[in-house]
């Protein structure tokens, strides 16, 4: 199998069959060291069995799996393996009665680590919940420990399946700041979400995933510049009239004073020329409003879908 | 740390979650069974409550060892997996055996105070009186415990959700211990019916465990149903390790 050697992560050809139902239709990425990678799609498109498989706890019905060179689904290197990753699942239940602090300590020693308990659990903001139950911690805080868990034995690839999902802003927050600090100390992670402003703010690279399969991948920027469309500029001006360079800028149309300008790229450099054209004018501009193109634009071009109807509550 | 000082830490945690911390856990493996030793005493005892306590004693701690097997493992371990917990730990370096050796562990120190407790009514309400070679009594409790902890395993392993985990194990444990010679006498029954009950393990277990240690009989005695309790564990384990899945 052919991969690049720095490749942390490497999936090819991955498909994952329940009986007829084809969850996986032949994914392949990879996910570089230090670099956070995200599985974007809508809930049901196939993240979660890609990210299962990667952790071992699915087999591929074909493809191969290569996580810091090791196949997950081989049983002696995924014993290998568990050492060196960090996943917070989808759905991690803990034990309603364990202190979280317990749960740290237990898991530090599965690992056979010793860690700074106030450290880990400030991290995650749980700094004075250690002695609360898991049963009466909320679904964020629950969250928060299993980010915890993901990470006290300092792996060097971190798994997170919708980690943010149900999580309140300042769990997202959290979440989003530790994810950032474990990529800058060279983790590679790994995280699927349907939230495109997640996707937009935290990951290095994005796979778009729908109905199994692979539909788009790149960087956020690339992936808006290829399939976000034009940039919009709208404003009214009275006695506003083109001239030939701001004509050749993009689509032009207009009604009675109001203008609109439908540009490809550099909108920046449109406004300005828009602005110095009716400062010679001696124009005033009113509503001046731009609309750049983001990731939801591009995910419902790439896809025809909106993510829309998928609540931030929704947790599966 | 070691994995010895893992399995101790995680056996203790198991107490700590799934015991003191759980009301209804401590009502139904210690108040329920006292409360039917003493029920049944009086009631099955008529004048004579320490003959009846004497029978009882070694029944009831029986039935736990039942119920010890079939809720503590079987239906434990079908619930963990349901609630996702089991996958959360196959993800972590923790051996496999150190996970099992832990619940049964707990479980084992558990049956112990139970089998204290129940002896200690036995001995200051009713009189009841130990006979056994307290050695040969731990080595059949052990054996029994043994055989339940992997007849429960396979349930635990085979069957995928809590709900029909609960309905088997209650559906066993119950008149299992009702036919088994925990809370009255298998003689009752007609002849051949109390013939075929004892080709149960649990009739067996109950028997020897009763014999050994209220009346004094030798273990040498039950040779042949002490191997076929091992065989019983032998076999169940091999199933349950064969079925046994994390997900």
């Known amino acids: 199998m052919e991969k690049p050697l720095s490749a942390a992560i490497a999936v090819r050809d991955l498909v994952k069959k329940y009986g007829d139902v084809e969850a996986v239709g032949g994914v392949s990425f990879e996910v570089e060291t230090g670099t956070i990678f995200g599985l974007l799609g809508r809930n049901g498109a196939g993240k979660t069995t890609t990210l299962e498989t990667c952790v071992g706890l699915t087999r591929p019905t074909s493809g191969e799996v290569r996580v810091l060179g090791l196949d997950p689904s081989r049983r002696r290197d995924f014993q290998a393996l568990r050492k060196r990753i960090g996943v917070q699942l989808q759905t991690t239940s803990l034990p309603e009665k364990a202190k979280a602090r317990e749960i740290l300590q237990l898991y530090a020693a599965y690992y056979g680590v010793r860690v700074d308990l106030p450290e880990i659990a400030a991290r995650v903001g749980l700094e004075d919940k250690l002695d609360r139950l898991v049963g009466t911690m909320s679904g964020g805080e629950q969250q928060r420990l299993a980010l915890a868990l993901a990470f006290l034995h300092d792996p060097e690839v971190v798994f997170l399946d919708e980690p943010t999902a149900g999580m309140d802003a300042f769990g997202r927050r959290i979440l989003w700041g530790e994810v950032t600090r474990l990529r800058d100390a060279g983790k590679a992670l790994v995280l699927t979400t349907h939230y495109i402003e997640e996707a937009e703010r935290l990951c290095d690279e994005i796979c778009v995933v729908q109905a199994g399969k692979v539909v788009a991948r790149g960087t956020p920027a690339a992936l808006v510049a290829q399939y976000g469309g034009d940039a919009c500029i709208d404003f009214s001006a009275r006695g506003f009239t083109l001239i030939p360079e701001l004509d050749r800028l993009g689509r032009w149309t207009h009604q009675a004073e109001s203008w609109a300008l439908a540009v490809h790229g550099d909108a920046g450099h449109a406004l300005g020329a828009i602005v110095a054209h009716a400062n010679t004018l001696s124009v005033a501009i009113d509503e001046l409003d731009l609309h750049r193109p983001n990731l939801e634009d591009a995910f419902i071009a790439i896809t025809g879908e909106s993510l829309d109807d998928e609540k931030p509550s929704a947790a599966a | ?247």
Do not use: C
């Not at chain 2, 105070?113 to 006979?131: E, H, K």
């Not at chain 2, 069957?159 to 036919?179: C, G």
């Open chain 2, 1 to 247: 740390m070691s994995t010895l000082a893992v399995l101790g830490a995680q056996t203790r945690a198991n107490f700590t979650w799934y015991f003191w911390r759980d009301g209804e856990m401590i009502f139904w493996s210690l108040g329920i069974p006292v409360f039917f030793l003493l029920v049944f005493s009086f009631a099955l005892g008529a004048n004579n409550t320490r003959t009846a306590s004497t029978f009882l004693v070694p029944g009831v701690i029986g039935a736990q060892v039942l119920s010890s097997g079939f809720w503590g493992i079987g239906a434990m371990l079908a619930t963990f997996r349901e609630k996702k917990l089991l996958r959360r730990v196959y993800l972590t370096p923790l051996p496999t055996w150190v996970f099992f050796a832990a619940l049964v562990l707990y479980r084992m120190t558990l049956l112990a105070a139970q089998a204290l407790l129940l002896a200690l009514v036995g001995a200051f309400v009713f009189g009841v009186r130990f006979t056994g070679n307290p050695f040969e009594i731990a080595f059949v409790l052990i054996l029994g415990a043994a055989t339940f902890v992997s007849l429960g395993s396979v349930i635990g392993a085979v069957v995928r959700s809590t709900e029909s985990a609960n309905n088997i194990v209650s559906v066993l444990t119950v008149p299992l211990a009702f036919l088994s010679d925990a809370y009255f006498p298998i003689d009752r029954f007609p002849k051949h019916i109390g013939q075929i009950l004892r080709l149960l393990p649990s009739t067996q277990f109950i028997d020897m465990l009763r014999d050994v240690a209220m009346y004094g009989a030798p273990l040498t005695h039950y040779t042949v149903w002490i191997l076929i309790l091992v065989v019983w564990t032998i076999g169940a384990t091999a199933i349950s390790a064969r079925f046994f899945r994390w997900v």
